[in-house]
């Protein structure tokens, strides 16, 4: 019988194994799991849960184990960020707005992940309206990164990275409009799945901005993440999947051009090392040019604003309830509510240039290689330098290497690659061509193989 310690530590994949062959039972999980998130409480990683509900839920599934009757997710434990609706969990979208609200119903993804066998056992800290990369800005107060409580873990799906790194569930759900998986997956050393847009079903999450907006799991390992994305969207992932032709390794395009901003030297010099890693893993790297690409953070943020002030204005939320806003969401609904629709109409010009571009570099490789973000986690606190210079800069410094993928809808998957030398984590992601999740995971895998697994945050 495994102890606490170990049972937290176990992937999706180790867990059900585990019960399938009797070495332990999902409640014993759920009860080291619990007693985890008590002892790191101080992180605000995990926000409503419900014990005695998941509990319940776990001896459902160590009958179905016993009857031959398990579902792909049998007795996993999940989180899921507040922004998704959950039945019978407070889902106060990271506002005081909600504070106490309970859906009647369960987005889809969460319906889909019960459907396969999962437990739901607690929401996750995001930044209000999922409208921050640092989930610095909510009224349940700022998620910590595991790795350096002092640091934001990344946002705005903060609390889903630290819940992971932190061992306080194997898997997780984010949202990812502008790198709201992605960020807080490297900033916290976790692997981190943004799928192609429309893959995966947004009903019953808060919208940001529509024509992003992306729901997609995260995990602690590559395999993890296809699990949880077969769970997902269990129709699409069959119609979505494409393996790549076996035989030599996949051929993966390092693409310097769509780096508009400057990396810093210790995270040039680990991207420097995924590189060597892909090669060493027998993967064909490859150079890819291109003509010059849009202002990439410009476009992205004009887009997020123009369509996130909008979603606000319908809700009837802005500006009538301006006062009510976290300061951080309310300053840039401010600054978004100025956005023209002449600027976000040549946005999208940008948009669509930008897309048929990387469709053409996309279609000589398998795979892109690049940053995550050019820096590493911000002190928490950081979002109440405003509009400043340096929060620009550190906005612009990370948002811009995510910002391809999203204004494209490519899929793109996040794998840490080692530590700075404050030791904190630094990842690298993947980008496909459409639907190809399969290639981008298989990519993944190989990477994260060929890397030295990261250590443990001491908590």
């Known amino acids: 019988?495994?102890?606490?310690?170990?049972?937290?530590?176990?992937?999706?994949?180790?867990?059900?194994?585990?019960?399938?062959?009797?070495?332990?039972?999902?409640?014993?999980?759920?009860?080291?799991?619990?007693?985890?998130?008590?002892?790191?409480?101080?992180?605000?990683?995990?926000?409503?849960?419900?014990?005695?509900?998941?509990?319940?839920?776990?001896?459902?599934?160590?009958?179905?184990?016993?009857?031959?009757?398990?579902?792909?997710?049998?007795?996993?434990?999940?989180?899921?960020?507040?922004?998704?609706?959950?039945?019978?969990?407070?889902?106060?979208?990271?506002?005081?707005?909600?504070?106490?609200?309970?859906?009647?119903?369960?987005?889809?993804?969460?319906?889909?992940?019960?459907?396969?066998?999962?437990?739901?056992?607690?929401?996750?800290?995001?930044?209000?309206?999922?409208?921050?990369?640092?989930?610095?800005?909510?009224?349940?107060?700022?998620?910590?990164?595991?790795?350096?409580?002092?640091?934001?873990?990344?946002?705005?799906?903060?609390?889903?990275?630290?819940?992971?790194?932190?061992?306080?569930?194997p898997l997780a759900i984010g949202t990812d409009t502008a790198g709201s998986i992605r960020i807080p997956a490297a900033f916290c050393g976790v692997a981190g799945l943004k799928p192609t847009f429309g893959m995966i079903p947004a009903e019953g999450a808060f919208p940001l901005a529509p024509s992003l907006d992306t729901i997609g799991p995260m995990a602690r390992t590559i395999g993890d993440l296809g699990l949880l994305l077969s769970a997902l969207?269990?129709?699409?992932?069959?119609?979505?999947?494409?393996?790549?032709?076996?035989?030599?390794?996949?051929?993966?395009?390092?693409?310097?051009q769509s780096h508009q901003v400057p990396c810093t030297t210790e995270t040039t010099d680990l991207f420097a090392t995924a590189v060597s890693a892909m090669a060493g893993a027998g993967a064909r790297l490859i150079d890819v040019a291109s003509p010059q690409l849009p202002p990439l953070y410009e476009t992205l943020t004009t887009i997020v604003g123009f369509e996130g002030s909008l979603a606000h204005r319908r809700n009837g939320m802005w500006p009538q309830r301006r006062a009510d806003y976290h300061p951080t969401v309310r300053l840039r609904l401010e600054r978004a509510s100025g956005i023209p629709a002449d600027r976000y109409a040549h946005a999208q010009r940008d948009r669509a240039l930008l897309t048929s571009i990387v469709a053409r570099v996309l279609s000589t490789v398998d795979v892109l290689l690049t940053p995550v973000a050019g820096v590493s986690p911000a002190p928490i606190g950081h979002d109440s330098l405003g509009d400043s210079a340096q929060a620009r800069e550190f906005r612009e410094r990370v948002m811009a290497f995510t910002a391809l993928q999203s204004l494209t809808g490519l899929p793109a998957c996040t794998?840490?690659?080692?530590?700075?030398?404050?030791?904190?984590?630094?990842?690298?992601?993947?980008?496909?061509?459409?639907?190809?999740?399969?290639?981008?995971?298989?990519?993944?895998?190989l990477l994260a193989d060929a890397l030295p697994p990261l250590p443990r945050p001491r908590l």
Do not use: C
Request: hydrophobic share 45%; charged share 20%.
């Open 233 to 256: 969207a269990p129709t699409a992932a069959a119609a979505f999947r494409e393996s790549r032709a076996a035989g030599p390794g996949p051929t993966v395009g390092i693409w310097h």
């Open 415 to 445: 794998v840490p690659v080692g530590l700075d030398d404050e030791g904190l984590p630094v990842g690298v992601q993947l980008t496909a061509a459409w639907g190809r999740e399969s290639v981008l995971l298989d990519a993944a895998r």
């Open 1 to 169: 019988m495994a102890g606490d310690e170990e049972l937290v530590r176990l992937s999706a994949a180790s867990l059900i194994e585990h019960y399938r062959l009797g070495r332990t039972s999902p409640a014993e999980v759920v009860r080291a799991l619990a007693g985890r998130a008590q002892q790191n409480s101080h992180l605000n990683a995990l926000l409503a849960m419900d014990v005695e509900r998941s509990l319940s839920e776990a001896e459902q599934s160590l009958s179905r184990y016993r009857q031959g009757t398990a579902r792909p997710l049998e007795g996993v434990p999940v989180v899921v960020k507040d922004l998704i609706d959950t039945v019978g969990l407070e889902t106060a979208y990271g506002s005081a707005m909600f504070a106490g609200s309970i859906p009647a119903d369960d987005a889809a993804v969460v319906r889909n992940v019960r459907a396969a066998g999962g437990i739901v056992i607690a929401k996750t800290a995001t930044h209000e309206f999922a409208w921050g990369i640092t989930t610095d800005g909510s009224f349940s107060g700022p998620a910590r990164n595991p790795w350096d409580t002092g640091r934001v873990p990344g946002g705005s799906s903060g609390g889903s990275a630290a819940a992971l790194a932190a061992d306080l569930a």
